[in-house]
C-alpha cells in the first residue's frame, strides 16, 4: 500500500463533496442553526496568497466542528463582484469587466476548493449577476419610498407621510429631513403641483438627490469614498482628488445614528471595533445657537458641546467649503480668501483632521455679534473645520481648546481664560476649579449650572437651543462609473421617480467605451436609449446615468445566502425566519466604520419595515489578523554584480535587494535559480560562506514588490491543503498579526504523517485493532476531547493544534480502535481530507461530516495513581506508582521493599520516611 499520498486523497474527497453536495444547508427546524459567514472577496487577477485565507479557515473549522454537534450549518461564499480594478481594466484594454471579473472568480473558486472549505456552493453569488443586483435595486426603491419618523423611531412608508401632509402640513412631524425644509400647512400641501410636491418629499425620503460636496478624481473621472482616497490621492492608481460640489444621490444613515449607537451594546464585538463605530458616529450633548452678521441678515449657527464657555469666544471659523464666505467676505479681504478657499478645498478631510501642526487661515474681514455679550467677533476660515461636521462654523475658545488656541497664537487673536479642566497654556490657566472666570451672564456658575442657564437663555431669545449632534453624515450613493448596479430611478420633468418593481432589473447597457461621454456624463450616458416607460405611458423617460457604490451589494448579501435562487423574494420568509442572522461573522478591521456600518443601517431599515427578523445583522464578529511575509534580501556589492552573503555583507560597502522567497530555502538562496530569475542578474557572481549563499530576512506585508508572497497552491503541491490549513491555525491567535514562515510548515506535515501511520503498520498495511484501550490511552483521548472543544469555543484554534499533536505524541503506540475512531472526528475540522479517508477505512460511510463530535467522559480523567519521585538523601533514585487511597504506613512498607530502594540504603533502616502524599517521598539515612 502506497504511503500517505495528500494529493490523491484530497482530490478524491473534494470531489466527493461536490457530488454529494455534503455542505448544502436547507431549512431544518428539527435542527439547531449556526450560521457561519466570511466577509466574501472581491475577486483581484492576482488571486489568493497565504495571508487571504486565514479567517476561511478559521470559520470552516467552526462550521465543520458545529455539524458534529448537531448544528445545522449555514457556510456560503461569494464575490463582490462590481468595482473598480475591474473597470479600470476595461478601460486600458477594451475587454468587457463581465469577462474579467469572470476569470478572477473562477481562479479563486479553483483556489478555495482546493483548501477544502465546506461551502455551501449551490448558493453562491455574484454581487455583479441581475438576478442579485435585482434585489439590491429593490432594496434601494423600498428605501426611496420610506422616511423615518422620529416619534416612532422608525422608518415608515412616504404614502403614510403624503396622508398627514394632506391631513396637518408638516409642523409636528418629527423627521430625519434636510435641514433648509419649509414649514406649510395641510392647504399648502393640497395646492403644491405635482413637481413641488415631490421636491418636498426627496426632503424626507431616506435615498434622496441632493447638490453635495464629493471626493472627485478627475483622472478616474469618478466620485471617491473616503476610505478610497489616501493622503489626497486615489487608492487606485494613485490620482490626485479634488473636492466637488454634484448632484448626487445620498442615504439618510444619520437618521438611525442613536440606534446604530445603541444597538452596539448587544453585539459581542471586540471592544476596539465598537469604539471606532462610536467615533464614527461621534455623538455629542451640547447646543446650537446663532451668531447675528454685522451688515448682513444671514446668521452663523455654531453647535458646541460648551455653551459655558462662549463669554471667551474670540473669533469664529468657517468651513471654507461654505457658500456663506463669499458673501460676507470684504473686498480687502477677497483675493486672500479666495486663494485660501481654492488650495483648502482640495485637501482629503483626513489630511486636514491629521495636520494639527500646520496651522493656516485666512481671515473674511467680516464680524459677528456675540449674543451672550455683544461682543464684535471677527470671522475666519480654516480647515481645521469641516463643512460636514456640525455646522461647519466653530465658535472658537482658544483658552479651552488646543486647536482654537494654536490659530489665537498664529494670528495674533486674543485668548481669555476659561476653566476646561486643562492647561491649553499658561494664558488659558483657570483660577477658580470647576467655574468659568468671564465676565458676563454666566459669571460664576458650576459647568452645569452655566450650561443650563446658557441653553435657556439661548430658547427664551429664539437664537438657539440644546441639541444632540452626530458626527455621522449621510452617506454618499452613487458612482461615475460603469461597472456597479444601475440605480432604479428615471427623471420626469427633472424629477426622480423609481421604476416599477415588476420591471426590476434595469440591466447593465452595453457600451462602445468605459469612459465619461464628451459632455462628461457617467458612462452609462453612452448607451443607445437608456431609458424606461413607465406602464400606460408612451414616452420613455431618461435613466439615471451613476452606478450604485461598491458596498451597495455588500450591505444585504448574508440575506440572499439563506435563499440565493429565489426569484420572488430577496429572502423567503420562512427562510429568514429560521436562519434569523449571523452567528459567527469572521472579517478584517478595515471595514469597521464603511460596509459594518452600511449593514447595520440597511438591516435596521429592513427590520422597521417587517422584511426581517433581527435588528442587527452579526451576532458575534472577529477581526482575524494579518499574516505577514518573510520578506529575503541578498546584499550586491556596490558597483558591482557580486552578492555577499548575510554574515559577510560588513566586510564590503553594499545594497539590500529583495529577493523572490521562492528562490530560498531555509534563507539558503538558489543561486542558479537567481541568476535566472532575472536578465541583469545572468552574470552573478557570489561570496559564499561556508559554500553557501545566506540571505537576510524581514518581516513585513505581503506584497508583489517584496518578492514574498507565497501562493498557496504551491504549499498545497507540495505539503498538501490539510498541512496548509493546521500550519495556518498553528502560527497564532486568530486576531494577532504573525509572520508567515515555511521553515515551520515541516513540523505540521510530520504530524499529519504521525496521525497516519496511527492508522497503518510499519509496512503501510491497515493495522487497526478491536483490543480494548488501557487507560492512559483512553485519558489522553478524552483530555483532547475536552481541550480542543473548550478551545474551539473560544476561537483558540492556534491551542487546539498543539493539542492535537500532543495527544497524537502520546498515543503514538496506539492502534485501538476505540481510541482512534474519536480522536479522527475531533482532528476532522482541522484536517479534513486526511479524517475522511481514514474514517472510510474505518468501515463508515457518509463522510466524517455526519459524525458525532465524542462526548467528554470525565471519570476517565481521574486519577487512580500517583507515580512519586522516591529521594534518599536529597537525591532522587526511583520512582514508585501507589493508588492514591493507599495509606501512608502501607506506601512506606512497599517503599522499603522495593529492589533499588533497597540497594541505595545498603540495608541501612532509614532514621525518618517523609512521605507527602501525591507529591515527593524522602528518606533520610
Request: net charge negative; proline share 4%; with cysteine.
Amino acid at each position: 500500500m502506497a504511503d500517505y499520498n495528500h494529493s490523491e486523497i484530497e482530490k478524491k474527497w473534494q470531489q466527493y463533496w461536490a457530488d454529494n453536495e455534503s455542505f448544502k444547508a436547507e431549512v431544518d427546524t428539527s435542527k439547531p442553526k449556526f450560521y457561519a459567514l466570511d466577509m466574501f472577496p472581491y475577486p483581484s487577477g492576482a488571486g489568493l496568497h497565504v495571508g487571504h485565507p486565514l479567517g476561511y479557515i478559521a470559520s470552516d473549522i467552526i462550521s465543520r466542528y458545529k455539524r458534529t454537534k448537531g448544528f445545522n450549518v449555514l457556510h456560503p461564499m461569494g464575490f463582490d463582484a462590481f468595482g473598480l480594478p475591474a473597470e479600470q481594466y476595461a478601460i486600458q484594454t477594451g475587454q468587457h469587466p463581465a469577462v474579467t471579473t469572470e476569470e478572477n472568480i473562477a481562479r479563486y473558486k479553483e483556489q478555495l476548493k482546493n483548501i477544502g472549505f465546506s461551502f455551501d456552493w449551490s448558493k453562491e453569488l455574484q454581487t455583479c449577476n441581475p438576478n442579485y443586483y435585482k434585489w439590491t435595486q429593490w432594496i434601494f426603491i423600498q428605501l426611496f419610498n420610506s422616511w423615518y419618523d422620529y416619534k416612532a423611531d422608525k422608518a415608515r412608508s412616504i404614502d403614510e407621510l403624503i396622508e398627514l401632509f394632506a391631513a396637518e402640513g408638516n409642523a409636528n412631524i418629527q423627521a430625519a429631513c434636510d435641514e433648509d425644509t419649509t414649514q406649510f400647512s395641510a392647504a399648502d400641501w393640497q395646492g403644491y403641483s405635482e413637481k413641488e410636491q415631490q421636491e418636498i418629499l426627496l426632503q424626507y425620503r431616506l435615498t434622496y438627490l441632493s447638490e453635495t460636496t464629493v471626493n472627485w478624481c478627475p483622472e478616474l473621472k469618478t466620485v471617491l469614498a473616503q476610505d478610497e482616497i489616501k493622503d489626497g490621492y486615489s487608492e487606485r492608481g494613485g490620482h490626485p482628488v479634488v473636492k466637488k460640489k454634484m448632484k448626487q444621490w445620498s442615504m439618510r444613515i444619520t437618521a438611525y445614528a442613536e440606534r446604530l449607537l445603541q444597538g452596539l451594546e448587544k453585539l459581542e464585538w471586540s471592544e476596539p471595533l465598537k469604539e471606532m463605530q462610536r467615533n464614527w458616529i461621534g455623538k455629542s450633548k451640547g447646543a446650537e445657537m446663532d451668531y447675528a452678521i454685522e451688515g448682513h441678515d444671514e446668521k452663523i449657527t455654531v453647535f458646541t458641546t460648551r455653551i459655558d464657555t462662549v463669554c471667551a469666544v474670540t473669533f469664529l471659523v468657517l468651513a471654507p467649503e461654505l457658500d456663506l464666505i463669499e458673501k460676507i467676505t470684504t473686498d480687502e479681504q477677497r483675493a486672500e480668501v479666495e486663494e485660501y478657499v481654492k488650495v483648502a478645498r482640495n485637501k482629503s478631510e483626513r489630511d486636514r483632521m491629521a495636520n494639527v501642526k500646520q496651522v493656516s487661515g485666512a481671515f473674511t474681514g467680516a464680524y459677528a455679534i456675540n449674543p451672550f455679550n455683544g461682543e464684535r467677533t471677527p470671522i475666519w476660515i480654516a480647515d481645521y473645520v469641516l463643512a460636514g461636521y456640525g455646522t461647519g462654523a466653530v465658535m472658537a475658545v482658544p483658552g479651552g481648546d488646543q486647536r482654537d488656541f494654536d490659530f489665537a497664537k498664529h494670528f495674533d487673536l486674543p485668548i481669555l481664560p476659561v476653566y476646561d479642566g486643562m492647561d491649553v497654556s499658561e494664558e488659558a490657566d483657570a483660577t477658580k476649579e470647576g467655574k468659568i472666570i468671564n465676565e458676563g451672564i454666566l459669571e460664576g456658575l458650576t459647568f452645569q449650572e452655566a450650561t443650563d442657564k446658557a441653553i435657556a437663555f439661548l430658547e427664551e431669545k429664539g437664537i438657539g437651543s440644546g441639541k444632540i449632534n452626530y458626527r455621522i453624515r449621510d452617506a454618499i450613493f452613487a458612482r461615475q462609473r460603469y461597472w456597479g448596479e444601475p440605480v432604479p430611478i428615471y427623471f420626469k420633468d427633472g424629477i426622480p421617480y423609481p421604476v416599477a418593481e415588476s420591471d426590476l432589473p434595469i440591466l447593465l447597457p452595453e457600451i462602445d467605451k468605459y469612459l465619461p461621454t464628451e459632455d462628461g456624463d457617467p458612462p452609462l450616458g453612452r448607451a443607445e436609449n437608456f431609458t424606461y416607460t413607465p406602464e400606460g405611458e408612451s414616452e420613455a423617460y431618461p435613466l439615471e446615468l451613476s452606478t450604485m457604490p461598491g458596498w451597495a451589494g455588500s450591505s444585504w448579501y448574508w440575506y440572499r445566502y439563506m435563499d440565493a435562487n429565489n426569484d420572488g423574494a430577496f429572502v423567503a420568509d420562512e427562510v429568514q425566519k429560521y436562519w434569523k442572522d449571523v452567528d459567527l461573522y469572521i472579517g478584517g478591521t478595515e471595514h469597521a466604520t464603511g460596509h459594518l456600518l452600511y449593514s447595520r443601517f440597511w438591516n435596521k431599515f429592513l427590520f422597521d419595515k417587517g422584511l426581517v427578523q433581527e435588528e442587527e445583522p452579526f451576532k458575534k464578529l472577529v477581526n482575524q489578523g494579518m499574516i505577514q511575509g518573510r520578506s529575503n534580501f541578498v546584499y550586491r556589492v556596490k558597483g558591482t554584480n557580486q552578492f555577499v552573503s548575510l554574515n559577510k555583507k560588513d566586510e564590503y560597502e553594499t545594497t539590500a535587494m529583495h529577493v523572490d522567497v521562492s528562490l530560498v530555502n531555509n534563507d539558503v538562496l538558489d543561486t542558479e535559480a537567481f541568476k535566472a530569475w532575472r536578465p541583469d542578474l545572468k552574470d552573478a557572481e557570489f561570496i559564499l560562506e561556508d559554500g553557501k549563499y545566506v540571505c537576510g530576512y524581514e518581516v513585513e506585508k505581503m506584497s508583489k514588490s517584496k518578492f514574498n508572497v507565497v501562493n498557496p497552491d504551491d504549499i498545497i503541491e507540495k505539503y498538501g491543503a490539510d498541512v496548509l490549513r493546521m500550519y495556518e491555525m498553528f502560527l497564532g491567535p486568530l486576531e494577532q498579526f504573525k509572520p508567515w514562515n515555511t521553515h515551520g510548515i515541516d513540523g505540521v506535515s510530520k504530524f499529519l504523517r504521525k496521525v497516519w501511520r496511527l492508522f497503518h503498520d510499519g509496512n503501510n498495511e491497515w493495522n487497526v485493532s478491536d483490543d480494548k484501550a488501557s487507560a492512559d490511552e483512553l485519558k489522553t483521548l478524552h483530555k483532547a476531547i475536552k481541550k480542543v472543544e473548550e478551545d474551539i469555543n473560544n476561537l483558540s484554534l492556534n491551542t487546539c493544534v498543539s493539542t492535537l499533536m500532543i495527544a497524537v505524541n502520546d498515543l503514538r503506540s496506539c492502534n485501538k480502535r476505540e481510541v482512534l475512531e474519536q480522536l479522527v472526528v475531533i482532528l476532522s475540522p482541522f484536517a479534513p481530507h486526511l479524517s475522511e479517508e481514514l474514517w472510510e477505512k474505518l468501515g463508515h460511510s457518509g463522510g466524517i461530516s455526519t459524525a458525532s463530535y465524542p462526548k467528554f467522559d470525565e471519570s476517565l480523567l481521574v486519577e487512580n495513581s500517583h507515580e512519586y519521585p522516591v529521594s534518599i538523601n536529597g537525591k532522587v533514585r526511583t520512582k514508585l506508582s501507589f493508588p492514591v487511597d493507599m495509606d501512608t504506613a502501607e506506601i512506606e512498607k512497599q517503599v522499603l521493599a522495593d529492589e533499588t530502594v533497597v540497594k541505595w540504603t545498603e540495608g541501612k533502616q532509614p532514621k525518618k520516611v517523609i512521605i507527602v502524599p501525591k507529591r515527593i517521598i524522602n528518606l533520610v539515612l
